[in-house]
């Protein structure tokens, strides 16, 4: 998290600090969201759906997209800094992302499918991150990463507004020509499925300043953006039709959401003392299905699960009781992996430090 605060606007309550910790907050509530859509596809294995859990799976929904637009933008921010180097920018991301999601997938095999990966195709599985159902995330944002660090310098402040609408139309061709309208992992994995949803977070990180304090001082536009943001989640909620990460409408309305939501948070986000942890949400994304499924386990071989599941009340502590297993473990994670890694940078600057004595 940047610590330092980039911009003060006066008396404007809008601060990259607040923003910033704001934007980690949001990143915590989709870990949430995105555990419960997880967790309500798993509820339909034990009792038909009510309109309760369909409607927590729809609005589940949000938690993939936001944590989307925030990874761009955070990526954003970090290729804007002068000591970005190839070579800092891809070890980080090895060792913060794309390690764990090999150790991850390599899980998921043992977890999902009861066996030993000894099959071409299984290590084709495990580095593609089709070992589990929600894994094609994480293996899209290293083709992203790729993606964002060879077009850094063409993708700027200038150009974003115009690639952000080229975007839009490459994310809906993909999707509804070239793909057919097919939303399954195939389609899911590949960088174009995403390529405008994620750029709407460098949109966001160019223009942040003046959306959010044209939002503060319009106050009459920030209330019709809410009310439009809870509109469209009714509308989603009530809809028939399975609204995923990747229809359109859902992503503006997302991003829509995103904006007000975080404008509002200006306001409270100080009194709520976060402290960032690095990699948190990463890692209550990729253990939480383990959480649930051994959670489902447990709880079908000891206690009677569809009368959880029927009841609405017991369903909701049962969510929140895995959730917080799932912070937990998530939370210990990245506290050894940060550590481990600083512990190994400190000791090879001590070493280098004491060659060059």
């Given at each position: 998290m940047v610590q330092r605060q980039l911009y003060n606007g006066g008396n404007d309550?809008?601060?990259?600090?607040?923003?910033?910790a704001s934007l980690f907050f949001v990143q915590l509530l989709s870990s949430f969201l995105v555990l419960a859509g997880h967790y309500t596809a798993d509820v339909d294995d034990f009792i038909q759906w009510t309109f309760w859990e369909a409607a927590l799976n729809q609005i589940s929904r949000y938690g993939t997209v936001l944590l989307a637009i925030i990874t761009g933008f955070f990526t954003a921010h970090s290729l804007n800094s002068k000591n970005v180097s190839g070579k800092r920018?891809?070890?980080?991301?090895?060792?913060?992302?794309y390690i764990p999601f090999l150790l991850a997938s390599i899980l998921y095999?043992?977890?999902?499918?009861?066996?030993?990966?000894?099959?071409?195709?299984?290590?084709?599985?495990?580095?593609?991150?089709?070992?589990?159902?929600?894994l094609y995330f994480i293996f899209m944002l290293c083709q992203y990463y790729v993606f964002a660090y060879a077009f850094r310098r063409i993708l700027t402040k200038r150009t974003v507004v115009f690639f952000s609408v080229f975007f839009?139309?490459?994310?809906?061709?993909?999707?509804n020509i070239v793909a057919h309208g097919w939303?399954?992992?195939?389609?899911?994995?590949?960088?174009?499925?995403?390529?405008?949803?994620?750029?709407?977070?460098?949109?966001?990180?160019?223009?942040?300043?003046?959306?959010?304090?044209f939002l503060e001082r319009q106050k009459a536009i920030l209330v019709g953006l809410l009310a439009l943001s809870g509109l469209s989640m009714v509308y989603f909620v009530l809809s028939s039709k399975l609204?995923?990460?990747?229809?359109?409408?859902?992503?503006?309305?997302?991003?829509?959401?995103?904006?007000?939501?975080?404008?509002?948070?200006?306001?409270?986000?100080?009194?709520?003392?976060?402290r960032?942890?690095?990699?948190?949400?990463?890692?209550?994304?990729?253990?939480?299905?383990?959480?649930?499924?051994?959670?489902?386990?447990?709880?079908?071989?000891?206690?009677?699960?569809?009368?959880?599941?029927?009841?609405?009340?017991?369903?909701?502590l049962y969510l929140l009781a895995i959730y917080g297993a799932t912070f937990a473990a998530s939370l210990l994670c990245a506290l050894i992996v940060n550590r481990g890694f600083g512990?190994?940078?400190?000791?090879?600057?001590?070493?280098?430090?004491?060659?060059?004595?």
């Open positions: 309550m809008y601060s990259d600090k607040r923003l910033f920018f891809f070890k980080g991301k090895i060792k913060y992302i095999f043992f977890i999902l499918r009861k066996d030993i990966p000894l099959q071409a195709a299984d290590w084709k599985d495990i580095f593609t991150g089709q070992t589990a159902g929600h839009l139309a490459v994310q809906y061709t993909y999707i939303l399954e992992l195939g389609v899911r994995h590949f960088l174009p499925t995403w390529i405008f949803t994620i750029y709407m977070g460098h949109l966001l990180y160019w223009y942040r300043k003046a959306i959010f304090t609204y995923t990460a990747n229809h359109l409408t859902f992503v503006l309305a997302t991003f829509m959401l995103l904006v007000s939501g975080a404008t509002l948070l200006h306001y409270v986000i100080d009194a709520l003392h976060l960032f942890q690095k990699g948190l949400t990463f890692y209550i994304y990729l253990l939480h299905p383990a959480f649930i499924v051994y959670g489902n386990r447990i709880m079908n071989d000891n206690f009677a699960i569809d009368w959880i599941f029927h009841n609405k009340l017991a369903s909701a512990w190994l940078s400190n000791d090879q600057k001590r070493k280098q430090a004491s060659n060059n004595a």
